[in-house]
């Protein structure tokens, strides 16, 4: 146990939390106009907690000093301030991007989103509550974590292990204790007294259960959406929904579907590169008593704003028993999705064949592909299992960065093929986003349009996420996968990291070892080429509301060179209805395109435009 009281932590690890740098720019960017806009600033700072808790340091100290009260907004402590010194003080900040340990960064990331997911709900309830200093609460908010902030920048290693016991063992923000030997609460007063943040803050980490409204609000907001990282359908949210229920004076029916509606809302206003646990984790109902709570709750509902396009990734694990998910009788769950404009990419190519079974079709490049394509269908996957866990799929579409004719065994130990020999831009800006200084190459990517329903507002695709570069070329090689939907990447592994191989990735427990030579080789490995498999995993993608025609993009490919194969298998895609919104669940036909006997499962022809290399475009592809 690495300390035993807060005070000694503090003394062994604090620093000033830095600013996250896209923040850090707008605000440089703001401090450099002739006209200093304090408005837009303050409107900065405040989404940054390292900008915001040295804001209230700096001035909140100079009137401590004077025995008088802290500063509670953003504003008013940029109101007594003049120009330069605003200026001196956004230039001595330091930027996140100083930190070289990108788990880190990305784990940081995460509790900045989470933050800003509470204080949806917090300010949101206390507008209901007509209560006043609504900013207030959204900022005081966004700092009650500061003590996790801390322990995740300046403490990785134990915060890692923390971070674990949540998300394994369903642990709470109570259980740091075994990790640092005290509660993260106390460290939380302390950092608040020391960095003399608003008394909001240290109010909403007392121990005192009789507090203020606006501390309430404070406190179950942000309880709420700690207990979302572990699930949102268990005891201690349930506890969390019905004291939220009281406090906002609402039925318990009305707080779920209001909890629900704005977490999905918190979820598109976000801005950051990182995944949303807590959508994700949310589970698809409908139900006459949520679509009367949403209609109650309709009027106040505040307009959400348009989503930025943006790099997240949201995933869950899930445990498949048999080779076909199970069907539910709500159509708001199985139907509502019409794939319309369809086009087969390749690389950065638009409409090039990239082969999709063992035809020996022209690669798009003037060669042939041999005996096979970089993707292939697939119907009912079944890899075998390793321990408890099944590597199936059923019917669906498997994309490579080489040979997608894979052999049902594992005897080779350089499994490769060719595919486009190009690079994929929005992979390569995906590997930025996340510091990996790599480039894609032979890259194969599937992208089509599609329509929904009206209610349908998220999609739902399996996933199988697998590698010959498993475990020799660990970081040398990192490989990469993708699913953007309307531009934004959702598919991760089960802690959110995105789908490539790296240290970190194999280190939290991503991949199976599928290799019977090296690692530890396993005694039966799977029917597959690929040395390390993810389990399979359920990607939930939200869509862009504002569009009338959403896009899926698929991408897989090598990194640095086009050497050892890469693969993602993809099923199941079904349009889903989140946070309870009523949609009539009626699907859209069109006469087309084939239908599909399968509840669930929709089907699309390829379209390759003009190119014309060997697809027989009355051939369906099922998802």
């Not at 409107?43 to 907690?49: C, M």
């Not at 063992?169 to 993260?184: A, E, M, P, R, T």
Request: proline letters at 4%.
């Amino acid at each position: 146990m690495p300390s035993s009281t807060p005070q000694q932590w503090i003394k062994a690890h604090f620093k000033p939390l830095p600013a996250i740098p896209g923040y850090l720019e707008q605000a440089l960017n703001i401090i450099e106009k002739e006209d200093l806009d304090k408005s837009n600033l303050s409107q900065i700072i405040e989404l940054d907690p390292g900008m915001s808790s040295q804001l209230f340091n700096l001035i909140n100290g100079k009137r401590k000093d004077s025995n008088r009260e802290n500063l509670e907004s953003i504003q008013s402590a940029l109101s007594l301030m003049g120009e330069e010194s605003i200026k001196d003080f956004i230039k001595s900040i330091n930027s996140l991007g100083e930190i070289n340990n990108t788990d880190c960064k990305q784990d940081y990331l995460q509790l900045v989103v989470r933050a800003h997911h509470a204080a949806k709900h917090s300010k949101l309830w206390a507008e209901n509550r007509h209560s006043l200093g609504v900013k207030e609460i959204g900022i005081a908010t966004k700092l009650h974590d500061i003590a996790e902030y801390s322990l995740c920048l300046f403490d990785y290693d134990h915060y890692k292990n923390y971070k674990i016991n949540n998300l394994t063992q369903l642990q709470s923000y109570k259980h740091s204790k075994s990790i640092w030997g005290f509660d993260l609460h106390q460290l939380a007063l302390e950092l608040s007294h020391k960095l003399n943040l608003p008394d909001l803050i240290t109010e909403a980490h007392t121990t005192n259960e009789i507090a203020g409204i606006r501390t309430l609000g404070i406190k179950l907001a942000c309880n709420l959406v700690h207990q979302a990282d572990i699930g949102w359908y268990q005891q201690e949210m349930d506890d969390c929904l019905i004291k939220a229920a009281d406090h906002c004076q609402i039925s318990y029916d009305k707080m779920c579907t209001l909890a629900h509606i704005t977490s999905i809302d918190a979820a598109h206003e976000n801005e950051l590169a990182v995944n949303f646990h807590s959508a994700s984790r949310l589970v698809q109902y409908h139900s006459d008593s949520v679509i009367k709570a949403e209609e109650e709750i309709s009027e106040s509902k505040p307009e959400p704003t348009q989503p930025e396009t943006a790099t997240k990734t949201t995933t869950e694990r899930v445990e498949p028993t048999t080779t076909e998910k199970a069907k539910t009788d709500d159509p708001a769950l199985n139907d509502g999705l019409l794939i319309t404009l369809k086009k087969l990419v390749h690389g950065y190519g638009e409409g090039i064949d990239v082969g999709y079974g063992q035809e020996g079709i022209d690669d798009g490049y003037g060669q042939s592909g041999g005996d096979y394509g970089s993707a292939a269908l697939f119907s009912d996957l079944n890899l075998g299992s390793i321990g408890d866990t099944d590597f199936v799929l059923p019917d669906g579409i498997l994309l490579t960065s080489g040979n997608a004719n894979l052999p049902l065994t594992n005897t080779e130990s350089g499994f490769s093929g060719q595919a486009s020999g190009q690079g994929e831009e929005s992979l390569d800006a995906l590997l930025g986003a996340f510091n990996e200084n790599d480039i894609t190459r032979d890259a194969t990517a599937l992208s089509f349009d599609f329509t929904v329903s009206e209610g349908i507002n998220a999609i739902s695709l399996d996933f199988i996420f697998g590698t010959e570069e498993y475990s020799e070329y660990i970081d040398s090689y990192p490989e990469i996968a993708a699913i953007f939907v309307d531009g934004v990447n959702y598919a991760g592994f089960a802690d959110g990291s995105i789908l490539t191989l790296t240290a970190a990735t194999v280190g939290n427990g991503n991949f199976f070892n599928n290799d019977p030579w090296n690692n530890g080789p396993i005694a039966e490995p799977l029917d597959i080429e690929y040395d390390g498999v993810s389990a399979p995993l359920t990607l939930h993608g939200l869509l862009d509301t504002s569009l009338d025609v959403h896009t899926i993009k698929i991408a897989v490919s090598d990194t640095n060179d086009g050497i050892l194969d890469t693969g993602l298998f993809v099923a199941n895609l079904q349009g889903l209805t989140l946070g309870g919104d009523d949609g009539s669940g009626t699907a859209v036909t069109d006469p087309l395109l084939p239908t599909t006997q399968e509840v669930g499962e929709f089907e699309f022809v390829v379209d390759v435009g003009d190119t014309g290399f060997g697809i027989d475009p009355s051939q369906p592809i099922f998802i």
